[in-house]
């Protein structure tokens, strides 16, 4: 079983710059995706930023060039850098973490309680 702890949310002012991060228990955090998703008041959840094991990168359009993924495999953590922030990035953010043994079973699929972040003045 793996649990994946947020911290780093808080308000900020637009254009300024907040960092999350996301500890994991477990063992299986090298050799695992992770992700960011957020989730708007009366919007779904969204694909942020994706990491893969591999160094592999994805973002979402909204947030290409101020949001960097990284991660640091013996901290067990994954952080998201987030620069230039607009008040539309207002949302709970949550921490993935998705595994699997080989390509012939499923994933195993974890998330974070979430993280609230405001961006207002």
């Known amino acids: 079983q793996v649990q994946l702890v947020e911290s780093g949310g808080g308000l900020v002012q637009p254009g300024g710059s907040l960092r999350l991060s996301c500890a994991a228990s477990?063992?299986?955090?090298?050799?695992?995706?992770l992700g960011w998703y957020r989730q708007a008041p009366g919007k779904q959840r969204e694909l942020v930023a994706f990491?893969?094991?591999?160094?592999?990168?994805n973002y979402a359009d909204s947030v290409k060039g101020r949001f960097t993924i990284s991660r640091d495999n013996a901290k067990n953590t994954v952080y998201l850098q987030m620069n230039t922030l607009k008040p539309e990035d207002t949302a709970v953010y949550y921490c993935y973490l998705r595994h699997r043994a080989s390509r012939y079973v499923s994933w195993q699929a974890y998330w974070g309680q979430g993280t609230q972040v405001t961006v207002s003045s």
């Open positions: 990491l893969t094991t591999d160094g592999n990168t």
């Open positions: 477990g063992s299986i955090f090298s050799i695992s995706d």
